[in-house]
């Protein structure tokens, strides 16, 4: 009996020292596996937003990229061209740079920040007009012009601000214009408004300033030009010179002749361009029998 007794107490003994090792290895294993697992609330950062932070859209579209635009040749408007007894020049090849001219536009004005197209419609400021080809000689009032700042896509792709003089019955047609022009992607590679000491400077060829205004007769007449009354445009002039027999305006866009050769900037019978000037009544330069002037669009045709 004394040694049944005995061996139930070893039995006992050994039966509560694995049930206490039970325990403490599961307890053991509970804790790890707490440590393992996440924390219910992370710590927040500036860098991980939480979900309850609402999207934040990009609140432009995306710049449409036009052609292989890079940064201007280095000589671009300092080659003075030789002039004739005529004080004209003749026209020249066109410099490889320029042949499919895409150059990146440079920013005279801020850019539209969220990338669309913004116009604005006032009277001339006086620093403005002061700058321009406009005098009390000019045919038209300096209180019949108006200074329209549009936005314009530029070779580049992106979104830039041009400004304008314009005749005050044009200036909400035109503001129609560049906006389709905007919409279309059509690409113009600068605009501003010149002065007198430009539009008379020596003539280097390669210039391709979109404009409006500009106080100056009709090319090889006396009469006024419908650039004088800020009622007719001119788009890209290298892009789309004026030809008449063996003058070329820019002098360098010879190139630019070929009309069959179609390339990003040009006006072409029933593109964007020819279409958005339509669209307000205004016809283009490059339907002229005796010359071609592919830049020009008027209010009257002239």
Avoid at 7 to 17: D, F, I
Avoid at 100 to 112: A, G, H, K, N, Q
Avoid at 224 to 230: F, I, K, L, M, V
Wanted: glycine residues 8%; contains cysteine; hydrophobic residues 40%.
């Amino acid at each position: 009996m004394v040694w049944r007794s005995r061996v139930r107490a070893v039995v006992l003994l050994l039966l509560v020292a694995c049930l206490g090792l039970a325990v403490a290895a599961c307890s053991e294993a509970s804790a790890g596996a707490r440590s393992r697992q996440p924390s219910a609330t992370p710590p927040t950062s500036a860098a991980q937003p939480t979900s309850s932070a609402p999207r934040v859209e990009s609140p432009s579209p995306a710049a449409t990229s036009v052609g292989n635009a890079t940064a201007a040749p280095p000589w671009l408007g300092t080659r003075v061209l030789p002039v004739g007894p005529d004080g004209s020049a003749k026209a020249q090849t066109t410099p490889p740079e320029l042949r499919d001219r895409s150059i990146v536009t440079v920013d005279e004005l801020p850019p539209p920040a969220d990338g669309r197209f913004h116009p604005t419609v006032r009277t001339v400021p006086a620093d403005v007009l002061a700058r321009s080809s406009w005098t009390k000689a000019c045919p038209v009032a300096a209180t019949d012009l108006r200074y329209l700042t549009v936005s314009f896509r530029g070779f580049d792709g992106l979104a830039h601000t041009g400004e304008l003089l314009v005749n005050a019955r044009a200036a909400d047609g035109l503001v129609s214009v560049f906006r389709q022009l905007f919409s279309a992607n059509f690409p113009i590679e600068r605009m501003r408004i010149s002065s007198a000491a430009e539009l008379n400077g020596p003539p280097t060829g390669d210039g391709n300033t979109t404009e409006a205004f500009a106080c100056r007769p009709v090319r090889g007449q006396k009469s006024w030009s419908q650039h004088a009354y800020g009622l007719a445009v001119d788009i890209n002039p290298f892009q789309n010179p004026y030809h008449k027999g063996q003058v070329v305006l820019p002098e360098l866009a010879t190139a630019y002749l070929d009309r069959g050769d179609a390339r990003p900037g040009m006006a072409q019978p029933n593109n964007a361009a020819v279409r958005a000037f339509a669209s307000i009544g205004w016809p283009w330069g490059g339907d002229y029998r005796s010359l071609k002037d592919y830049m020009h669009f008027s209010a009257n045709g002239g």
